[in-house]
């Protein structure tokens, strides 16, 4: 039954047919053998009218017969059922059973049958083959368009969920405010500097070209490209990781949170003018579960890490990232003789 909801529009006879004669023509012994009944019926029909029609008719019923077998079970039941009837018009109302003259008239006869059914098999099976193509394309503009309503669909709830963030943020960036006046004209700054920083990962999450990226590669890319915006000279970044199977809200929270552990990093571990480097490492763990360590070799916490976390605004913003990936961050000296910071969270992947 055809679909006749609104704004779907009421499929046409020839795509019925179509649809039709698809599963006789896909199995080759019933198409065959539908071919031959067609034939059979074709002969049995013209041997009946035989009596009423006046003589020069030898094709009448085979025309329809070679169109239809074509049609309905492909095009070598088609060819088939041409030469069949080519033959029995040949034996039965031509030649040897029949009191006509075999002459040229006879012979231009047959002859305009067997052209004339060539072309009407060879026009339906391009037919068919063009259906075919058809369908297959807009099979795929149909796949096409449902991926582009999902990424849509995808790009508004990300969106939502990053001016959710935002909100958030400057919420975060008040109170630092009423706690010191003083303070506000640094607050702005950072909070422009983060509304950047997620503007930047959006349009590389989105970015056509970025959709089937490895992870390392896309962390790499986001961690050089914070370095750059950051204005720092000499700074390095290594990242080792594999390609995780992560969804598009994985990725951006995680990105989110590489980027504030870096952009951390990149303000309060360097000192200006001296090089340094940023290791990010992920390593997986017992089934579904990676831990990703972001270090540098910077001059390290100058305080108490329990002091820090609790007092500073981009550590409590990390901790809230990492939460939203199902662990928690940990901050500690990197172990002797090397300097810096390495941050460390634990996270799982869920489908």
Known sequence: MADMSPGVPAESLFWRLVRFARPLRERRWLADACGLAMFAFALALRFAVDSVLPPGFPF?????????????????????????????????????????????????????????????????????????????????????????????????????????????????????????????????????????????????????????????????????????????????????????????????????????IVTNSLKHAFEKGRPGEIVIRVTPQEAGRYEIAIADDGRGMPEAVESVRNRGLGLRIIQGLATQLGGEAQFSPRPAPERGTVVRVLFALTP
């Open 60 to 260: 009448l019923t085979f025309f329809p017969a070679v169109i239809l077998t074509t049609f309905f079970c492909g095009l070598r039941p088609g060819i088939i059922c041409a030469a069949l009837s080519t033959l029995a018009a040949w034996v039965f109302f031509i030649g040897p059973m029949t009191d006509m003259e075999l002459n040229g008239q006879a012979l231009l006869a047959l002859g305009f049958f067997v052209v004339i059914a060539s072309i009407d098999i060879a026009l339906i099976h391009f037919t068919f083959g063009a259906a075919d193509k058809l369908r297959a394309e807009q099979a795929v503009t149909a796949r096409l368009y449902e991926n582009q309503r999902t990424m849509f669909q995808e790009l508004q709830h990300r969106v939502a969920n990053n001016m959710q963030f935002v909100a958030a943020l400057l919420t975060l960036q008040k109170r630092k405010v009423k706690e010191d006046a003083s303070q506000a004209v640094t607050a702005l700054d950072e909070a422009r500097a983060r509304l950047d920083t997620i503007a930047r990962i959006h349009r590389q999450l989105y970015a056509p070209e970025r959709l089937d990226m490895p992870t390392g590669q896309f962390l790499r890319e986001l961690c050089c490209d914070l370095v750059t915006a950051s204005g720092a000279e000499a700074i390095t970044c290594d990242v080792v990781a594999p390609d995780l199977p992560l969804n598009v809200t994985q990725l951006t929270t995680l990105s989110m949170l590489v980027a504030e």
